[in-house]
């Protein structure tokens, strides 16, 4: 059964960063995709960065972002840095097997519990 767990959340001034962890478990195949997602409330869940955990290859659109990974462990790390109050949100990782680049949550099987992150202006 594929796990997912999400920590590194809290709150941080703007202007600050968070490094977010993500362990996965479970997986029976090297086949897959992390994508890192957030939530704030009123809002849609929005893509933030992906990982494959095949190759390393990444895709995330905000450069204030990087998404890596460490096979060993079986983690993947957000590192968010000059965060901005509009950041704040519930982020979580998700899973996707099979599959590259896949923005859309809908696609994704697996979810952890999220973690939240609080920007202070």
């Known amino acids: 059964e594929v796990h997912l767990v999400e920590s590194g959340g809290g709150v941080v001034q703007a202007g600050g960063s968070l490094r977010l962890s993500c362990v996965a478990s479970g997986f029976t195949t090297d086949d897959y995709a992390i994508g890192w997602f957030r939530q704030a409330p009123g809002r849609e869940r929005e893509g933030v960065s992906f990982?494959?955990?095949?190759?390393g290859s990444t895709y995330t659109p905000d450069s204030r972002f990087t998404v890596s990974g460490d096979n060993a462990k079986n983690t993947v790390y957000l590192q968010m840095n000059s965060l901005k109050p509009e950041d704040a949100a519930v982020y979580y990782c998700a899973a996707v097997v099979g599959l590259w680049v896949v923005r859309s949550a809908d696609s994704y099987d697996y979810w952890g519990q999220g973690t939240q992150v609080t920007v202070s202006s």
């Open positions: 990982i494959r955990r095949a190759d």
